[in-house]
C-alpha cells in the first residue's frame, strides 16, 4: 500500500499539466483552479486598467505623429469653404442687416444692396467700393475663432513635442484670381527626435470662384451707373453682353420689387454656386 501511495506521488510531482485526481497537491481540487482563474482575471484586469491608465507613456500614441501643417491645413480648407459658402448668398456678408447700409430679401434669404438710392429717377450710390477687402475682412472674421479653436487642440495633442509656441502673430484673407488665400502667422517649435522643426507661418489656398464674383458685381454696378438717368435714359447693365464676354458664368436678373430693387445671380457653372445682390437704381414709375 505504501509503495502504491509513493509512486501515486511521484506521479504527480512529474506531471506537466494540472491533475485533477486526489491527493495531487493544491491543483488536485475544482474549488482550488477557479480560486487560480479568479487571480488570473484579477491580474489581467489590473494591467488593462494600467495600460489604459498609462497609456500615452506605456504605447506609442498617433497624436504624436501629427503633422502641424497638413493638421492646419485641413482645418482651414474646411473653414474657408464653409466661410464663402456662407457669405456668397448674401452678397459676401454673413450678415446684411448689420455688414451693408441697405438690404433686400430674395427666397427668404436677406441680400446686400451694392448700390443704392432711396429716390425714383436718382442714380444709386456704390455702398461698397471696397468690396474685395470687405468681403476678406468678413470671410477673416467668420474662420479666425475656428482656426484659433484648431491651433489649441493641436498643441494639445503635440504638448509632448512643443518646445515653444506663439500666439497668433497675423491673419491675412486674401481673394485672388480662382483661390482664397489664408496666411497665419504664428511660430511653432518642436521636437523631431534629434532634429528640431520651426515652423513661422500657417498658408492655405482653397478654390474659389468669390473673385470672379466680385469682379462681375462691380461690372455690373459700373454699367448701371453709366448713363444719364436724370435726363431720363435707361440705366441698366448689358447682360447680353456680360454673358457673352464671361462664358464660365451665368448672369441673370430675376427679380424686381415693388420698391424697385433689382436681384442679380452670377452663377458658376463649373461649381454650381450663385453669388447674390442687389441694385436700387434710377427707378422710374413708382410715386
Known amino acids: 500500500m505504501k509503495n502504491k501511495e509513493y509512486k501515486d506521488k511521484k506521479k504527480c510531482n512529474r506531471s506537466t499539466r494540472v491533475q485533477t485526481q486526489a491527493g495531487c497537491g493544491l491543483f488536485s481540487s475544482k474549488r482550488s483552479q477557479i480560486t487560480l482563474f479568479v487571480i488570473i482575471g484579477i491580474v489581467i484586469i489590473g494591467i488593462v486598467a494600467l495600460i489604459f491608465i498609462f497609456k ?3 504605447l506609442p500614441s498617433s497624436r504624436i505623429n501629427i503633422n502641424p501643417a497638413d493638421y492646419m491645413d485641413e482645418c482651414i480648407r474646411g473653414s474657408v469653404d464653409s466661410a464663402q459658402n456662407k457669405v456668397i448668398s448674401h452678397g459676401g456678408f454673413l450678415d446684411p442687416k448689420t455688414s451693408s447700409v441697405n438690404y433686400v430679401i430674395y427666397n427668404y434669404t436677406q441680400t446686400s444692396l451694392f448700390c443704392y438710392t432711396s429716390n425714383n429717377q436718382e442714380p444709386c450710390v456704390n455702398n461698397h467700393p471696397v468690396l474685395k477687402k470687405e468681403i476678406e475682412s468678413e470671410i477673416t472674421s467668420i474662420i479666425k475663432p475656428e482656426i484659433e479653436k484648431c491651433f489649441s487642440e493641436m498643441e494639445s495633442k503635440l504638448k509632448s513635442r512643443i518646445i ?3 500666439e497668433i502673430e497675423s491673419f491675412k484673407t486674401e481673394i485672388v484670381p480662382g483661390e ?13 527626435g534629434d532634429q528640431t522643426q520651426i515652423i513661422e507661418k500657417f498658408d492655405t489656398e482653397i478654390n474659389s470662384p468669390l473673385y470672379s464674383f466680385i469682379s462681375l458685381s462691380n461690372e455690373i454696378i459700373n454699367q448701371e451707373l453709366d448713363c444719364d438717368c436724370e435726363n431720363g435714359e ?17 448672369i441673370s436678373k430675376p427679380a424686381y420689387s415693388g420698391n424697385g430693387e433689382e436681384v442679380f445671380v452670377i452663377k458658376d457653372i463649373s461649381t454650381d454656386k450663385d453669388f447674390i445682390f442687389g441694385i436700387r437704381n434710377c427707378v422710374r414709375g413708382l410715386l
Open 56 to 58: 500615452d507613456s506605456i
Open 164 to 166: 515653444e509656441k506663439t
Open 234 to 250: 435707361t440705366c441698366n447693365a448689358n447682360l447680353v453682353k456680360l454673358n457673352e464676354n464671361n462664358k464660365d458664368f451665368e
Open 180 to 192: 482664397i488665400r489664408i496666411e497665419v502667422k504664428k511660430r511653432l517649435v518642436l521636437n523631431e
